[in-house]
T-cell receptor
Framework: DQQVKQNSPSLSVQEGRISILNCDYTNSMFDYFLWYKKYPAEGPTFLISISSIKDKNEDGRFTVFLNKSAKHLSLHIVPSQPGDSAVYFC???????????FGTGTRLKVLA | GAVVSQHPSRVICKSGTSVKIECRSL??????MFWYRQFPKQSLMLMATSNEGSKATYEQGVEKDKFLINHASLTLSTLTVTSAHPEDSSFYICSARPGTGTSDTQYFGPGTRLTVL
């Protein structure tokens, strides 16, 4: 049972445009969400997180939106840069468990 | 800050041998460390949660006698794959959660590629 889903395995975006990566979850106990960026044969790099008490968190070019009623979150990258090309994973956690459940990842390719 | 290292980065071993992977938090103390496994083109799957000074908690389906975890200090956790077989070949990644504050953020190591021949 996949509790965290990223339904788009890949996404291509032109440089300078907005990249929108989506993530859906099923477990209503999740209250902390994160996005990680990962290159092949490397560990994930933390990008941005959001607590369930918020619906938006912004950090530079990265913004995460959370829609609790829809159990959906999204990562917006604007403007997209070629260096953003990587696999992006969303992760969810129920506060206090400190355990992450990862989505299946979306491969983003930013075209120059 | 929040750097996590893993050693070795790659290891090739013969079937039946044991392999130890180290995970270190370099600039913070980690009361909790986590071990994940990633198969090609799949997600990261949590294997176990390791707390300093206590026994690790394993996820369902993970054999604790096969994947031995030792969290001997606040900066070091080790994963030993005992009697490795080809199906254990995978990318193993650790993460560490800082012991201070209430943040749930985990910081990941660079991973270890294990190939069992």
């Amino acid at each position: 049972d996949q509790q965290v889903k990223q339904n788009s395995p890949s996404l291509s975006v032109q440089e300078g445009r907005i990249s929108i990566l989506n993530c859906d979850y099923t477990n209503s106990m999740f209250d902390y969400f994160l996005w990680y960026k990962k290159y092949p044969a490397e560990g994930p790099t933390f990008l941005i997180s959001i607590s369930s008490i918020k619906d938006k968190n912004e950090d530079g070019r990265f913004t995460v939106f959370l829609n609790k009623s829809a159990k959906h979150l999204s990562l917006h990258i604007v403007p997209s840069q070629p260096g953003d090309s990587a696999v992006y994973f969303c992760a969810a956690s129920a506060r206090g468990t400190y355990k992450y459940i990862f989505g299946t990842g979306t491969r983003l390719k930013v075209l120059a | 800050g929040a750097v996590v290292s893993q050693h070795p980065s790659r290891v090739i071993c013969k079937s039946g041998t044991s392999v130890k992977i180290e995970c270190r938090s370099l600039d913070f103390q980690a009361t909790t460390m986590f071990w994940y496994r990633q198969f090609p083109k799949q997600s990261l799957m949590l294997m176990a949660t390791s707390n300093e000074g206590s026994k690790a908690t394993y996820e369902q389906g993970v054999e604790k006698d096969k994947f031995l975890i030792n969290h001997a200090s606040l900066t070091l956790s080790t994963l030993t794959v005992t009697s490795a077989h080809p199906e254990d070949s995978s990318f193993y990644i650790c993460s560490a959660r800082p012991g201070t504050g209430t943040s749930d953020t985990q910081y990941f190591g660079p991973g270890t590629r294990l190939t069992v021949l």
